[in-house]
């Protein structure tokens, strides 16, 4: 990450430092959003529009947002008492500069704003993700009150994955086994893929499953909760909850996948 300039909008100063002094609970960050505002937003003002107009953001960057703020999740990476950030971008400020705002709707969300360029429509899109992610990372870095070391090596495991990332939902180790349910988060309308990786620890022999596939990237976690291995098969019970119940009515639970068979299938000889 480049270095942050960060500065203070609002009516009172507000630093990366005391942002989180109304409450002392840290929360995981957990969703990141894209809006827009061409002038900085003030306390009492209607909330800004997602960005469509100022900056056409494409869905690969809508999906890039979601797979970072995931991945802040796992890692513990917390901006304080609230779990959802939105990223403003305005040209009201130089591209690459962060200010924080007293704006806000609801506690569990934190706006902060971005600096992006007005001439941020006729870039490449590759130009374009690239900027977004920059941005990104420097409102996390900025906020950010625990997890802040983990955001170098997450940056580069993002460009560097691409929608090939995947984010841990729930890890187990046995005396034979180390099991691994890790999803996706694809660009909508694509399926977020649900994935159990198995590792024999006698022959590091490893075999992945795909176990499920959700329409809605935040729907996998619902899926996936306690871990057993009962006669070689392992069985993902699902989380209970109410909102997890209105998710998973639909799949048939819990999840079981035969590990015999599937290490039986890496000793058979591949058909040329």
Excluded at 70 to 86: N, Q
Aim: proline letters at 5%; charged letters at 25%.
């Amino acid at each position: 990450m480049t270095e942050n300039r960060a500065g203070s909008i609002g009516s009172s100063e507000l630093t990366a430092a005391n942002v989180t002094k109304r409450s002392s609970q840290l929360k995981p960050l957990r969703d990141i959003r894209y809006f827009e505002s061409a002038e900085v937003p003030h306390v009492g003002a209607s909330m800004p529009r997602y960005a469509s107009e100022l900056f056409k953001l494409a869905k690969e960057a809508v999906a890039l947002g979601q797979r970072i703020a995931r991945k802040c999740e796992e890692l513990g990476v917390s901006i304080g008492s609230a779990d959802h950030l939105y990223v403003c971008f305005t040209p009201s400020l130089e591209e690459g500069a962060v200010a924080f705002t007293d704006y806000a709707v609801e506690p569990w969300h934190r706006y902060v704003l971005c600096g992006l360029d007005r001439g941020f429509n006729e870039r490449s899109a590759r130009e374009q993700l690239q900027a977004v992610c920059d941005a990104t990372f420097e409102a996390v870095a900025a906020l950010a009150q625990a997890g802040a070391d983990q955001l170098p090596s997450l940056q580069r495991d993002v460009v560097a994955k691409g929608d090939a990332l995947r984010v841990t939902l729930r890890t187990k180790q046995t005396k034979k086994y180390r099991i691994t349910v890790e999803q996706t988060v694809p660009v909508h309308p694509s399926p977020s893929q649900v994935f159990a990786r198995v590792e024999e620890l006698a022959t590091s022999k490893v075999v992945e499953f795909e176990v499920a596939a959700v329409p809605f990237h935040d729907d996998a976690p619902a899926l996936v909760d306690r871990l057993a291995i009962v006669d070689e098969v392992l069985v993902i019970h699902p989380r209970k909850s109410f909102r997890a119940e209105l998710v998973t009515r639909q799949y048939d639970l819990p999840l079981r996948i035969s590990l015999r068979e599937g290490f039986d299938a890496l000793e058979r000889p591949k058909r040329l």
